[in-house]
């Protein structure tokens, strides 16, 4: 009997996740050995992260076991970071071994972009992961524990500042801003103490978002105590605050970079032509060059041919992608590669959450505020869920508090 062809997948965020899901659904592990990677035993949901970081939400709510989601009689799943990828070879480098392809998906999600800037790697937080964030929450609470037991009060451990108002830092500014009242009572210390900076180098805050969207944001959480510093780019992160361009500082001691993502190191570093780590990847979403090898998620790039400017990464697009991937995998194992299908991503809308039952969005043609537009962030949320895991997930780790 032939041996069946090997699919790997790296990565088990939205696209790696979803297309384990798809691949099994369409019963391709009948005709093909499956192999998800990924370095930590459970998937995440990263488009929750801002919610643990500033406290308002418990971890484990964001994280789901692997195996409780995929049937791993069906599916082969190993516990361990990728290293590299050797093309040449078809094999996929790990901390703790090796694994061969015939057809690969890399799903390896995205990195903080830093620009180049002095002491973002070496002294500013980041919401990139489960463990990423729950750094962030306990040194927000050290901060506030610490301040109270000291006799000469230092106001920096009051200052937060985060960097970066586009998507990220915004609806993490908006939980911030709902989880500060809390600290402040629970450590018995004036809200007037306490400082939150959303520094922007943009001419706007949430740039590319409906002007009217962003004002009712803008205000929204300007009266709960955020000051915005915009057309304010940051020229270095240090130990003790951020210094601006123009020269002046703010004592922090505690940074948020939120500036935006680049692709996974991993795929810029195994050789593939990358624009600030994403592959231009073919309509089919495999790599230029690469019969057999997709790319989805993040690590991708794709133009939105409308306004000839690439779509911003997006679990919604990695999500989509994963349909695409899985059913084109599907018609290469079947050796049918005249079915290969074209990726066409629809944008349904964005919404974005400003803590507590505020949000801002856009649904379709419809602009959405406060509680609607947060009722809606929860359905999607949800609806998620609900593709990977039925209704069972959406019982078990879904926002059912919807109103
Ligand atoms: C706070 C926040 C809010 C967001 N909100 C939204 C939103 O409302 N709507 C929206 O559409 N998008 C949102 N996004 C963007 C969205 O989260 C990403 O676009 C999406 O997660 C990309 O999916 P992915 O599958 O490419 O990667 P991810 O979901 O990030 O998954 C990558 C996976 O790969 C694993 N991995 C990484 N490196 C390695 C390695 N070397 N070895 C092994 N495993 C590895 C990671 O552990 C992870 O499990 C948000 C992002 C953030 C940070």
């Given amino acids: 009997m032939d041996k069946k062809p090997k699919i790997v997948i790296l990565g088990a965020g939205y696209g790696g996740m979803m297309t384990a899901t798809r691949l099994l659904k369409a019963n391709v592990h009948q005709d093909a050995e499956i192999t998800l990677v990924n370095k930590h035993n459970y998937h995440y949901q990263t488009t929750w992260l801002h919610?643990?970081?500033?406290?308002?939400?418990?971890?484990?709510?964001?994280?789901?076991?692997?195996?409780?989601?995929?049937?791993?009689?069906?599916?082969?799943?190993?516990?361990?970071?990728?290293?590299?990828?050797?093309?040449?070879?078809?094999?996929?480098?790990?901390?703790?071994?090796?694994?061969?392809?015939?057809?690969?998906?890399?799903?390896?999600?995205?990195?903080?972009?830093?620009?180049?800037?002095?002491?973002?790697?070496?002294?500013?937080?980041?919401?990139?992961?489960?463990?990423?964030?729950?750094?962030?929450?306990?040194?927000?609470?050290?901060?506030?524990?610490?301040?109270?037991?000291?006799?000469?009060?230092?106001?920096?451990?009051?200052?937060?500042?985060?960097?970066?108002?586009?998507?990220?830092?915004?609806?993490?500014?908006?939980?911030?801003?709902?989880?500060?009242?809390?600290?402040?009572?629970?450590?018995?210390?004036?809200?007037?103490?306490?400082?939150?900076?959303?520094?922007?180098?943009?001419?706007?805050?949430?740039?590319?978002?409906?002007?009217?969207?962003?004002?009712?944001?803008?205000?929204?959480?300007?009266?709960?105590?955020?000051?915005?510093?915009?057309?304010?780019?940051?020229?270095e992160v240090k130990e003790d605050g951020v210094l601006l361009n123009d020269g002046s500082e703010i004592k922090s001691r505690t940074v948020v970079w939120t500036t935006g993502v680049r692709g996974s190191s991993v795929v810029e570093n195994s050789g593939f032509e990358t624009m600030r780590g994403r592959v231009k990847v073919e309509k089919d979403l495999r790599a230029p060059g690469y019969d057999d090898v997709f790319i989805i998620g993040d690590c991708a790039l794709i133009i939105n041919e409308e306004i000839n400017r690439p779509y911003p990464p997006t679990a919604q697009i990695a999500i989509q992608q994963s349909y695409t991937c899985a059913n084109n995998l599907k018609s290469l194992i079947q050796g049918k590669e005249e079915h290969l299908e074209t990726f066409k991503p629809e944008i349904k809308g964005t919404v974005a959450s400003l803590g507590g039952k505020e949000a801002i969005g856009i649904v379709g043609e419809r602009k959405l505020y406060g509680g609607s537009a947060s009722a809606m962030k929860k359905i999607i949320d949800n609806r998620y869920l609900y593709l990977l895991g039925g209704m069972p997930l959406v019982l078990k780790k879904g926002k059912l508090n919807i109103f």
């Fill in 51 to 235: 919610e643990p970081a500033a406290g308002t939400l418990h971890h484990d709510k964001t994280r789901m076991r692997i195996e409780n989601v995929l049937d791993l009689n069906k599916i082969d799943f190993v516990k361990d970071a990728v290293k590299e990828i050797k093309t040449e070879d078809k094999k996929v480098i790990l901390e703790g071994g090796e694994l061969d392809y015939d057809y690969l998906v890399i799903g390896l999600g995205s990195e903080p972009e830093t620009f180049g800037i002095p002491g973002v790697k070496e002294h500013a937080y980041s919401i990139r992961s489960v463990n990423s964030v729950r750094q962030i929450r306990e040194h927000i609470e050290y901060m506030f524990a610490s301040y109270n037991n000291e006799v000469e009060k230092h106001e920096d451990k009051l200052t937060f500042v985060v960097a970066g108002a586009g998507f990220t830092g915004i609806e993490f500014v908006g939980e911030l801003s709902e989880r500060i009242p809390e600290l402040c009572e629970e450590y018995d210390i004036a809200r007037d103490k306490v400082k939150i900076y959303s520094v922007e180098a943009a001419p706007t805050a949430l740039p590319g978002f409906d002007e009217e969207l962003v004002e009712y944001a803008m205000n929204l959480l300007e009266s709960r105590g955020v000051e915005f510093l915009i057309e304010t780019p940051i020229k």
